[in-house]
């Protein structure tokens, strides 16, 4: 997708842009969610330069910028800047790791009424040093996660594909090894990835990867199977 939006499903668009992090490269997502009457949600934003602007000023309004969980925050502060009269939703764990972001409306709490007819969330327990929650855009049955799965196919560097191949997601839909590191409750995390399956959807959008644009949640419960039997 590169650094121009594209359509993912109707009204969900997305957009990539290339991230490194302690030496190791891939890509990361940006996903922009049309609400009705004209609003937007920019869901884990990366950086947007006036070109990007422009291409998300044709579709709407930014009226919610969302953290969807603690890791994901490098280009926060930026888009708060560029959209100061959009709401900041959050991770609660973000709230205390990134103070100087002044995060007032947190995901672990009441949610805009606004979002309840298009829009369901889900928080993964269990891992609350990533404190994840999944979004659920029922219209179009689409399932937006962050660092739940991976479904990288493209590795810019050798350390690169070293690194995925030590987290087992490379070249496919899986479960990063990393969770094992975060997880502090497994029971409450496989009870969080059993009620994912319960959604009611079939494309997958995730931060780091391909989305699959149909067949999502046998291909996920097929990812979360692995991960189970491998501890």
């Known amino acids: 997708m590169g ?15 290339p991230l490194t992090v302690a030496g190791v490269g ?19 934003p990366i950086a947007i330069d006036e070109r990007l602007a422009d291409e998300i000023a044709a579709l709407g309004e930014v009226r919610y910028i969302v953290a969807p969980n603690a890791l994901h925050h490098l280009f926060v502060a930026a888009a708060v800047a560029r959209y100061p009269a959009a709401e900041l939703w959050a991770a609660g764990r973000l709230a205390s790791k990134k103070p100087r972001l002044q995060i007032v409306h947190r995901l672990d709490r009441a949610l805009p009424a606004t979002w309840a007819e298009t829009l369901q969330t889900l928080p993964i327990r269990g891992a609350e040093t990533i404190d994840e929650t999944l979004f659920l855009h029922r219209p179009s049955r689409t399932l937006v996660a962050t660092d739940l799965v991976m479904n ?46 319960e ?33």
């Not at 650094?3 to 842009?17: C, D, K, S, V």
């Not at 891939?26 to 884990?44: E, K, N, Y």
């Not at 009611?200 to 692995?226: N, P, Q, V, W, Y």
């Open 152 to 197: 990288m196919r493209e590795y810019p560097t050798r350390r690169s594909r070293l690194f995925f191949k030590l987290v087992g997601t490379y070249r496919r839909l899986a479960v990063s090894r990393l969770w094992r590191l975060y997880t502090t409750d497994k029971r409450a995390l496989r009870a969080s990835r059993a009620a994912v399956l």
């Open 3 to 17: 650094n121009r939006l594209a359509q993912f499903a109707p009204t969900i668009y997305a957009a990539e842009q």
């Open 199 to 231: 959604l009611d959807f079939d494309r997958l959008l995730m931060a780091h990867g391909e989305g699959i644009e149909s067949g999502a949640k046998s291909s996920l419960s097929a990812a979360f199977g692995f991960d189970h039997r491998s501890g």
């Open 26 to 44: 891939f890509p990361t997502r940006m996903t922009v969610i049309a609400l009705p009457g004209g609003a937007l949600m920019l869901h884990s």
